[in-house]
């Protein structure tokens, strides 16, 4: 669900930033030709994740769940100049070639290290440091990446969630199985005093953290 009218959805994208091309030829094939097309970012939660993104101009971001790769190139536009890069993990390797053709259009490609596999065995192994995370794969291990990526943030360091409250389920007073998972996971975001935390009602609630 979108918690925005859909005019006033329309409203809002036509008076902000547009898609840049290769975003707009993303957004299309993927709507054409992958299942699941909803779980891309698109036009109005992509440029919301670039203004982010250019706001803490990260050197450093990972993101979790890539898909057909729009918002890792969202979240590029924000990274440093120089030195910056973006790791990338998805465990669909189906998509994997087109998602490297797409990546290769972006003038930023060397920055982009997109890694193929499951994201809790990858990330167990990543010795770098993240300015921003992004997570955005399966909401079952939504606690587990956000006890494996705090200690790999750096202070004040920013992580944003898609999809908390999962299409207003979270509201039901009956959960099913992964709305109650979701639930428990913004209890536990909510009571964890090492952090800053906001959830934003925009498309399918986004909560922005930031390590204090
Ligand atoms: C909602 S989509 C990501 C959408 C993308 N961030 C965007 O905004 O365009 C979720 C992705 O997470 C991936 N995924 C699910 N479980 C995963 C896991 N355990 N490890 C790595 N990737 C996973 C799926 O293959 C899927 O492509």
């Given at each position: 669900m979108d918690f925005i009218d859909k005019n006033l959805q329309s409203y809002v994208e036509s008076h902000s930033d547009s898609e840049t091309e290769l975003l707009e030829e993303i957004n299309r094939y993927t709507n054409l030709n992958v299942i699941n097309p909803r779980m891309l970012s698109g036009h109005l939660q992509g440029r919301i994740l670039s203004f982010i993104s250019r706001m803490i101009n990260p050197k450093t971001i990972l993101e979790i769940g890539t898909y057909t790769g729009y918002s890792a190139i969202c979240l590029l536009e924000g990274l440093k100049k120089k030195q910056g890069k973006i790791i990338t993990i998805d465990k669909n390797d189906e998509i994997s070639e087109k998602v490297k053709f797409f990546f290769k259009?972006?003038?930023?490609?060397?920055?982009i290290n997109y890694l193929i596999g499951d994201a809790v065995t990858i990330i167990s192994k990543l010795k770098e440091t993240f300015d921003l995370v992004f997570i955005d794969a399966d909401k079952e291990n939504y606690s587990k990446y956000f006890d494996l990526v705090f200690p790999k943030l750096s202070k004040g360091g920013f992580i944003i969630v898609d999809n908390v409250l999962w299409s207003g389920k979270?509201?039901?007073?009956?959960?099913?199985k992964l709305t109650k998972i979701i639930d428990n996971f913004n209890k536990k975001i909510s009571r964890d005093n090492r952090i800053r935390k906001v959830i934003l009602p925009v498309r399918d609630g986004i909560t922005l953290i930031q390590k204090k």
């Open positions: 259009k972006s003038k930023s490609f060397h920055k979270i509201l039901n007073e009956k959960k099913d």
